[in-house]
């Protein structure tokens, strides 16, 4: 099964516009739900071997519109992972603390420890996203988070992190559906907000942001993953996989036992 192309050379262009955000890869629901299952098995496995290793980090990113499935995505692919290794940080308005220091300040603070998958619902992409399209600082200043979002990154990357982004692409029309169900499901209604309607009312603005974080930001060390996801089994599907091969290509290894065990007998 070849799966929707997620990655691109950096440099390349990334037109947003040019997925098809409703794509089966090709595939069926069930089929995609049975790779699911096993993708999870193989991320508890991998995970429990990263957090005994203890020595590297694996941080995934999670940005996208208002509904586009990060919460969603996010309780997918933590099925998986093992319990002590799991941190899940989502970011909101800035705290005035927060704020009284660099956009980095509060991010770089949950960035996960040795042996642990530190999870971002929403990010420091943030800050070249709402704050752009509000234009909650000068253009100068949110123009050079560009540079000091790659420079961070590099930073985590040397320091023995691997760094996942996935952008949850979905259309408009998407967004709509999802809204609308929010407000139609009393289950859900408590995740609408009156101002999810005058955001996308800024649909435009935030995709060219979008487009210009993917495309400023598509390092080698930190590529974009664009996750096509007006359906959410795709998405799972798209997510879960990726998790689940950078952990193996990671290969994670339980350290070396104690020497002299030979022989040692518990009483
Ligand atoms: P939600 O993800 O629905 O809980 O909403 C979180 C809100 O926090 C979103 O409206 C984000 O745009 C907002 N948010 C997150 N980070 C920032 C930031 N750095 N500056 C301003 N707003 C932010
Ligand atoms: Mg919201």
Redesign the pocket.
């Known amino acids: 099964m070849k799966l929707q192309n997620t990655t691109f050379k950096p440099g390349s262009k990334i037109r947003l516009k040019d997925f098809d955000t409703r794509t089966t890869s090709g595939t069926t629901k069930e089929k995609a739900l049975a790779i699911c299952e096993k993708n999870t098995t193989a991320i508890d496995e991998l995970s429990y071997r990263l957090y005994a290793e203890n020595t590297r980090a694996l941080l995934l990113v999670f940005q996208g519109m208002?509904t586009a499935g990060?919460?969603g995505a996010i309780r997918h692919v933590m099925q998986g992972v093992d319990a002590q290794a799991a941190e899940v940080h989502?970011?909101?308005?800035?705290s005035s603390l927060?704020l009284d220091h660099d956009?980095l300040w509060r991010i770089h603070q949950k960035v996960p420890a040795r042996g642990n998958i530190g999870i971002f619902?929403?990010?420091?992409y943030?800050?070249v996203?709402?704050?752009r399209v509000?234009n909650?600082v000068p253009r100068k200043e949110w123009n050079s988070r560009y540079d000091r979002i790659n420079d961070f990154e590099k930073l985590l990357t040397d320091s023995g992190i691997t760094i996942l982004k996935f952008f949850l692409h979905i259309s408009k029309e998407e967004q709509r559906e999802r809204l609308q169900s929010r407000l139609d499901n009393p289950n859900k209604r408590w995740?609408f907000?009156k101002?999810?309607v005058a955001?996308r009312k800024l649909w435009d603005d935030y995709q060219r942001a979008y487009t210009d974080a993917v495309n400023k930001c598509n390092t080698t060390q930190a590529p974009w993953h664009i996750v096509c996801a007006d359906r959410k089994w795709h998405r799972n599907l798209i997510v879960s996989s990726t998790v689940r091969h950078t952990l193996e290509k990671m290969n994670p290894q339980y350290p070396s036992a104690e020497k002299d065990l030979e022989g040692v007998i518990v009483e």
């Open positions: 208002d990060k919460d989502p970011f909101k308005k800035p927060e956009f619902n929403r990010s420091h943030e800050d996203l709402v704050v509000h909650l995740k907000s101002a999810d955001e």
